[in-house]
């Protein structure tokens, strides 16, 4: 069984945004392609044009529609992928070493070498964050993008993981969430950063920021009716016609 780090010198992971994730999947995609063609074996799909595609995703975009306490229905945009624990089940019940925690940075990974595909540190992972690639017979997982971040070959701004550099809302962020004063965990303590079922006790470095409650119309009073969108749009622009308009409406009213 492969042990854990007592401690990691960063912690690096993701927060995400639950406010601002607009559930395009450009994440997904992206991870896919990133990771296709360059970390590791290729994520492999099984018959993609058939009626029954399947194929192995590092990180996946769920969408539920939540009722809160007060206020409306609210359709959530869940993106999930590995959270890269700091008591990660997923290391400690491998039974060949294959997957690690490193010590530097806190990153999860797999040695696909050394991988046998038993599919015990998928059962392990509260999250359902490794999928078995059906083509290569050994366990896949986010892997932060760790031959970006460290890529000193990339423009420094795409040193970020491939989901990151592409959202286009800005929902996903990326840095060392072991350091107080860092972007990443600044945007936690501002916004109440949550854990991933911490009843768990898997202590994940990945935070998701809450949605917001939305806006709600309860100042209009009940007899108000249905409210028409296009009426600030149809009020008069002056109350009394000035100019030539108001000389002919004048004299119209003589006739």
Request: aromatic share 4%; proline share 9%; hydrophobic share 35%.
């Given at each position: 069984m492969t042990?854990?780090?007592e401690r990691t010198e960063k912690k690096l992971g993701l927060v995400i945004d639950l406010d601002t994730c607009v559930g395009c999947h450009a994440?997904?995609?992206?991870?896919?392609?990133?990771?296709?063609?360059?970390?590791?074996?290729?994520?492999?799909?099984?018959?993609?044009y058939g009626a029954d595609p399947s194929g192995t995703f590092l990180n996946r975009v769920h969408s539920y529609e939540v009722q809160p306490d007060q206020g409306a229905a609210q359709l959530i945009h869940f993106p999930k992928s590995c959270l890269h624990c700091e008591d990660a089940p997923c290391v400690t019940?491998?039974?060949?070493?294959?997957?690690?925690?490193?010590?530097?940075?806190?990153?999860?990974?797999?040695n696909e070498t050394?991988?046998?595909?038993?599919?015990?540190?998928?059962?392990?992972?509260?999250y359902?964050?490794?999928?078995?690639?059906?083509?290569?017979?050994?366990?896949?997982?986010?892997?932060?993008?760790?031959d970006?971040?460290?890529?000193?070959?990339?423009?420094e701004e795409d040193r970020l993981p491939a989901c990151v550099r592409t959202c286009p809302a800005g929902a996903r962020h990326f840095g060392d969430l072991g350091d107080p004063g860092?972007?990443?965990?600044?945007?936690?303590?501002?916004?109440?950063?949550?854990?991933?079922?911490?009843?768990q006790g898997t202590k994940p470095v990945n935070k998701y920021l809450p949605p917001r409650p939305k806006d709600e119309m309860d100042h209009i009073p009940a007899t108000a009716g249905e409210i028409d969108v296009l009426?600030?749009?149809?009020?008069?622009?002056?109350?009394?016609?000035k100019g030539f308009i108001g000389w002919l409406d004048k004299a119209l009213e003589k006739l």
């Open positions: 042990q854990l780090p994440c997904v995609v992206s991870c896919k392609g990133w990771n296709t063609e360059n970390y590791g074996a290729p994520l492999s799909d099984q018959s993609p019940v491998c039974p060949t070493g294959a997957s690690y925690k490193r010590t530097e940075d806190g990153i999860v990974l797999v050394d991988c046998i595909g038993c599919g015990l540190c998928a059962w392990a992972c509260p359902g964050a490794r999928e078995l690639d059906a083509a290569e017979g050994v366990m896949k997982k986010c892997t932060l993008c760790v970006r971040i460290y890529n000193e070959n990339l423009p860092s972007e990443v965990s600044q945007l936690v303590a501002e916004r109440g950063g949550m854990d991933l079922m911490p009843e009426a600030p749009l149809l009020k008069p622009v002056a109350e009394e016609p």
